[in-house]
């Protein structure tokens, strides 16, 4: 029964560890710069202005 507790908790630990690796990855691709912010939220502004509003 230990022996189960053991390969359990290595692959909890495992599992942990891929996710760290994970979250490290997408937050370094999501390093924007400033002026990328900026752009992003202009275009966002600029797309919810042409919307039409919804009926109803």
């Known amino acids: 029964m230990r022996w189960w507790k053991v390969v359990g908790l290595a692959g909890l630990a495992g599992v ?3 996710g760290v690796v994970l979250a490290r990855s997408e937050r370094q ?7 990328e912010i900026r752009d992003r939220l ?5 797309q919810v202005g042409r919307e039409e509003p919804a009926d109803g």
């Not at 691709?29 to 002026?35: D, F, G, H, N, V």
């Not at 202009?42 to 600029?46: G, L, N």
């Open 42 to 46: 202009h275009e966002r502004a600029a």
């Open 16 to 18: 942990a560890a891929t």
């Open 29 to 35: 691709r999501r390093a924007y710069t400033p002026e």
